[in-house]
């Protein structure tokens, strides 16, 4: 089954900028909407985002609309999360995998902190 790398994540000012990614590998990436989720702590990890197969359909948590944006390079296996004007309330771990959500998929999650 298809297996997730998150990378990018660390520690940005409120109102800073970060872009992740999402390496995937051990299927074929294209034909599956993806999406990220977050986790905050102790909390219980949230979707926050997803890109249909063809990135023709992108659908945002009403919370973040006109800050992130998700993305994905099919050919590089990749997706990606642009998250501009952060919000401390956004730390978290966040993590990629298929809407369905493939519970051997998901991997460690990349940390991002928000704060000044």
């Known amino acids: 089954q298809v297996q997730f790398v998150e990378s990018g994540g660390g520690l940005v000012q409120p109102g800073g900028s970060l872009k992740l990614s999402c390496a995937a590998s051990?299927?074929?990436?294209?034909?599956?909407?993806m999406a990220w989720y977050r986790q905050a702590p102790g909390k219980q990890r949230d979707w926050v985002a997803q890109s249909s197969s063809g990135s023709s359909r992108r659908n945002y948590v009403a919370s973040v609309k006109g800050r992130f944006n998700i993305s994905r390079d099919n050919v590089k296996n990749t997706a990606y999360l642009q998250m501009n004007s952060l919000k401390p309330e956004e730390t978290g771990v966040y993590f990629c995998?298929?809407?369905?959500?493939?519970?051997?998929?998901w991997g460690q999650g990349t940390q991002v902190t928000v704060s000044s």
């Open positions: 995998n298929t809407i369905t959500a493939v519970p051997g998929a």
């Open positions: 051990g299927s074929i990436f294209r034909g599956y909407t």
